[in-house]
Every structure is written in structure tokens, then in C-alpha cells.
């Protein structure tokens, strides 16, 4: 199918970004400028960026300028003010160290943020949010998640619509790199689509009798058989949306030489998650193992993982028909060791090969 024929547009699901606020004595926050706490005997700010900057309690004119360079956004992260004493001379530390550029980037974030686009998989396991707020701490530059099916949103970034993909779906993606159409494409984790179904209770058989394969081409085999043997035994759920996991099982049913059919394989409702849906039906699915973590659970189990055809692999990438001043830091922070380290740390995800 066509990268372009799923229907529903990619949505905004979420904007990392920061604000200055004001830490005054012990634990109190409270927003505003570093003039209202003029009044305080002293003050230090952090601005977030790797460094320390003090000033003497006397160079309240210092105060005002890095007051009015904090409003106008150069500095995203929280200012946190605290105690020092009036004769502690300026050190800037490493704050010298990024460049204007980078300040730019920063500023400009606030107001358009890097829009990037990911599958809805690696929203529901929570691997974007990581990644977006991690980014963000570190760099101080707004990510807005777009959640889409994989293939909508490969076709959103070959026309330019978007900054930037998180994609699992790498076999779409190799064809756009081919075409020119996405670059700067790297490895940030690797996952594992796992078949769900009705957990074993005791000595009793999952009603496929799958559980505990290994081989997933089996399992469907062996899952459409019984179904087709025994209408109204089982369901199977697929998610039908374009979507990395979808993509991934069409290619499980290709592998296994076997065409799902109706009754007993049914399409999910986009309005809500394969992995609730499976489990409110009691159901048979594919579905991401970083997803099952987070939404998955009685009554259902995960009953075939390991195969190596289960393999998920998460890249990012920019297309050549937008470019937002912020989207090769982004590709390059997810796509290296600080990246990974961050997906390493997610339940269902190792790191991607360096």
C-alpha cells in the first residue's frame, strides 16, 4: 500500500519546553523577574546549561540584564535563585561554552517548536516523552510530539510537514532514504513485537495453544487453524492503521504463507489503544513489547516473543523538504550515546548498535 493511503492526519500529542521561574529561600517557588527579588540580600541564577554564573550583591544592573535575556527565552530551562554572599566575585565557569547559534535555536524553540513526528507505538510505551524531555533538559530546544501511524507519518515527512521522525517501520523508511526523501537517518533502540493472547491458567492451553512459542510463522499458522477448525474460539485483533505494529504483523502473516480472514480476525478502533482493546476482548494481538510494559496485563500474556523476525528497530531522520534550525541537534542528540543511554533505560528497549 501506499505510503499516503491510511487515512487521519498526524495530531500533536505533546511540547517540551521551559520557562524561567524563581526559587526563593527553601522550597518556595514563585514565577516572575530576578527585579522582584531585587529586594533579597542575595542572588545567584543557573540557567541550566552546564556552567556557574555569580554576581556581587551590588551589580544589580547585571541582575536586570541577565533578568531581561531570561524573559526574551535565551535561556529555557528554570532559573533557580538562591543564597550567596555580597563579595563572591563572577565565574562563568563552562556557561561560555555554547554557542550563539545555540541560544538562537532555544529562543526560536519557544515559539516554533521542532515538530516531530512518532509512531503511535513508541507514544503509548512512553520512549518519545523520554526522549523529548531528556532533549529538552539537556539542550533547552521544544519538541512537540505529532503521533501517527508509521506510514502517515512517512508520507507527512516526504512532503516537508514535519521536522523530524521517530519511525518503526524500517523497511518504509529504507525506501524514502532511496528516494532522497528522508536523510541523516540513525539507530536510536531496538524493541520486540510480542503475540498476546489469553493467559495460561494451571495446566490449561491458551485456546490456540501457542504459548511459549518462539517461532512466530508457526503460532499464526497454528492460530488460524484452530480458528478456522472452531468458530467463536479465539479473536485476533489487528491494529489496521498504518502503524509500525501493523506493518510488522502484515509481515508476520506474510512469513507464515497465511491470509487472516473474518470472522475471527478483526480490525481495532482507532480511537483507542490495540493493547486495551485486546485485553477488554480477551483477545489474540502483535504488539509492541515497550507498549505491553506500560498498558498491558490480565487477562491477558505475552505468549510468543523471541523470534528473530520480532525484531523492532526505531531510527530517526529528517526529511529534505523541511529544515528547522533545531532538527540536526535533535537527530544527532537521539541518534547518539545521550539518546540511547535514554532508550536503554526504557522498559521493552535496548539501545540502538552504535
Not at 220 to 236: E, I, K, N, V, W
Amino acid at each position: 500500500m501506499p505510503l499516503g493511503g491510511w487515512a487521519g492526519a498526524p495530531q500533536p500529542v505533546g511540547y517540551g519546553g521551559f520557562h524561567a521561574k524563581a526559587r526563593v529561600g527553601r522550597g518556595r517557588l514563585r514565577d516572575g523577574s530576578i527585579e522582584e527579588l531585587s529586594a533579597e540580600c542575595n542572588v545567584a541564577v543557573t540557567t541550566g546549561i552546564r556552567g556557574v554564573m555569580q554576581f556581587p550583591h551590588e551589580s544589580m544592573q547585571a541582575l536586570r540584564r541577565l533578568a531581561e535575556v531570561a524573559r526574551r527565552g535565551l535561556f529555557c530551562r528554570d532559573a533557580i535563585i538562591g543564597a550567596m554572599t555580597s563579595r563572591r566575585l563572577i565565574l562563568l565557569g563552562s556557561l561560555v561554552a555554547p554557542l550563539p547559534s545555540a541560544w538562537a535555536q532555544q529562543r526560536r524553540s519557544l515559539d516554533d517548536p521542532l515538530r516531530l513526528g512518532v509512531d503511535n507505538a513508541l507514544v503509548d510505551s512512553g520512549l518519545a516523552q523520554a526522549l523529548q524531555q531528556a532533549f529538552a533538559r539537556d539542550t533547552g530546544v521544544a519538541v512537540q510530539l505529532v503521533r501517527s501511524p508509521a506510514l502517515p507519518l512517512l508520507a507527512a515527512l516526504e512532503r516537508g510537514e514535519l521536522d523530524a521522525g521517530l519511525c518503526n517501520a524500517p523497511e518504509a523508511e529504507g525506501k524514502l532514504e532511496k528516494q532522497t526523501l528522508v536523510h541523516d537517518r540513525r539507530g536510536v533502540a531496538r524493541g520486540e513485537f510480542v503475540i498476546v493472547g489469553p493467559a495460561v491458567r494451571g495446566k490449561a492451553r491458551d485456546p490456540a495453544g501457542i504459548a511459549g512459542g518462539k517461532d512466530v510463522a508457526q503460532a499464526l499458522l497454528q492460530l488460524r487453524d484452530m480458528a478456522s477448525a472452531a468458530p467463536g474460539l479465539l479473536t485476533f485483533i489487528s491494529a489496521n492503521d498504518g502503524s509500525g505494529s501493523h506493518v510488522a504483523e502484515q509481515s508476520m502473516w506474510r512469513a507464515a504463507k497465511a491470509a487472516p480472514a473474518a470472522p475471527w480476525y478483526t480490525m481495532a478502533d482507532p480511537a483507542s489503544s490495540l493493547a486495551g482493546q485486546a485485553r477488554a476482548r480477551n483477545a489474540y494481538a502483535l504488539v509492541e513489547r515497550g507498549v505491553w510494559a506500560a498498558q498491558g496485563g490480565a487477562p491477558l500474556a505475552i505468549l510468543v516473543d523471541a523470534d528473530p523476525l520480532l525484531v523492532e528497530e526505531v531510527h530517526v531522520m529528517r526529511p529534505f523538504r523541511a529544515n528547522h534550525p533545531a532538527a540536526k541537534l535533535f537527530v544527532e542528540w537521539v541518534g547518539g550515546p545521550k539518546g540511547r543511554r535514554v532508550a536503554a533505560g526504557h522498559r521493552g528497549y535496548k539501545a540502538a548498535a552504535a
